[in-house]
């Protein structure tokens, strides 16, 4: 598949799946979109090149008609909602939070339906309700209602924890925010995707890669590709789109209490 020794972990991955008949999974989500620019279409030009579905995080509040008719021309792509306006209403002090016990809940749980309705009214059949709070971050307590003013389900990052809806986690982020706030180092990176691989071949989560078109470095761009190629290189692999995603984790999701 590739000569790169750094790639060469993922690439023996694969080739472990292929021999036991049994397929690698990964998804892709990708946060902060507004509105079309040349990051964007750069990430989906990747994408659309290798068949690989994205489910972009829109922050309703700023987008408007421009995103969705740029998306009509993406099949590959889909919509989930990314809070309100990505404020943080957290003190000084502490990590940012939009969606955390700072304000009322009915206020935010009033903006997150804003939310929703708006990008449904925008995108259509191309939005999926899932929830992606800003900062991969949510009152413990919202999370029963998020249901009741319309998701389906909920995305932040890290292993899922129990939940009323199914929960669809992002568990390895290119991005080196508390240091380059650049692409993270390549190894390590191809590291973090096999030691999840081996989590889910043992019945952990799929391989959910975070990404952030409109901060990305060439280096990030260049990881990207680079992982796109591998994994298209072997049956052994498969990205799936978020909603299949959230129609196997549904069935798993802890029933609402009535």
């Given at each position: 598949m590739t000569s790169d020794p750094i790639w060469q972990p993922l690439v023996e991955e694969l080739a472990r799946r292929r021999r036991a008949g049994r397929k690698a999974e990964f998804?892709?989500?990708?946060?902060?979109a507004v509105a079309p620019t040349p990051a964007l279409d750069r990430l989906l030009g990747l994408t659309g090149e290798f068949a690989v579905p994205v489910t972009l995080a829109v922050i309703p509040a700023p987008t408007d008609?421009?995103?969705?008719?740029?998306?009509?021309?993406?099949?590959?792509?889909?919509?989930?909602?990314?809070?309100?306006?990505?404020?943080?209403h957290a003190p000084a002090g502490q990590k940012k939070q939009e969606l955390g016990p700072h304000r009322p809940r009915e206020a935010v749980l009033d903006?997150?339906?804003?939310?929703?309705?708006?990008?449904?009214?925008?995108h259509g059949a191309r939005a999926v309700p899932m929830l992606v709070p800003p900062w991969n971050r949510i009152d413990?307590?919202?999370?029963?209602?998020?249901?009741?003013?319309?998701?389906?389900?909920?995305?932040?990052?890290?292993?899922?924890?129990?939940?009323?809806?199914?929960?669809?986690?992002?568990?390895?982020d290119i991005m080196d925010w508390h240091g380059t706030r650049g692409c993270r180092d390549h190894g390590l990176l191809v590291q973090a995707i096999v030691?999840?691989?081996?989590?889910?071949?043992?019945?952990?989560?799929?391989?959910?890669?975070?990404?952030?078109?409109?901060?990305?470095?060439?280096s990030a761009w260049l990881f990207l590709e680079r992982l796109f190629t591998v994994t298209a290189q072997t049956e052994a692999c498969a990205w799936l789109p978020v909603t299949t995603l959230i129609e196997r984790s549904a069935a798993k999701a802890i029933p609402r209490k009535v």
């Amino acid at each position: 598949m590739t000569s790169d020794p750094i790639w060469q972990p993922l690439v023996e991955e694969l080739a472990r799946r292929r021999r036991a008949g049994r397929k690698a999974e990964f998804w892709l989500r990708d946060d902060d979109a507004v509105a079309p620019t040349p990051a964007l279409d750069r990430l989906l030009g990747l994408t659309g090149e290798f068949a690989v579905p994205v489910t972009l995080a829109v922050i309703p509040a700023p987008t408007d008609e421009t995103l969705a008719a740029r998306l009509d021309e993406a099949p590959q792509a889909t919509v989930a909602i990314h809070g309100w306006a990505h404020r943080n209403h957290a003190p000084a002090g502490q990590k940012k939070q939009e969606l955390g016990p700072h304000r009322p809940r009915e206020a935010v749980l009033d903006d997150l339906a804003r939310g929703l309705s708006r990008v449904i009214g925008l995108h259509g059949a191309r939005a999926v309700p899932m929830l992606v709070p800003p900062w991969n971050r949510i009152d413990a307590g919202l999370v029963p209602d998020l249901g009741s003013i319309g998701f389906a389900a909920l995305s932040v990052y890290g292993p899922p924890k129990p939940a009323p809806l199914a929960v669809i986690n992002s568990n390895v982020d290119i991005m080196d925010w508390h240091g380059t706030r650049g692409c993270r180092d390549h190894g390590l990176l191809v590291q973090a995707i096999v030691a999840q691989l081996q989590h889910a071949f043992d019945g952990g989560e799929p391989v959910g890669l975070l990404t952030h078109h409109l901060v990305h470095d060439e280096s990030a761009w260049l990881f990207l590709e680079r992982l796109f190629t591998v994994t298209a290189q072997t049956e052994a692999c498969a990205w799936l789109p978020v909603t299949t995603l959230i129609e196997r984790s549904a069935a798993k999701a802890i029933p609402r209490k009535v």
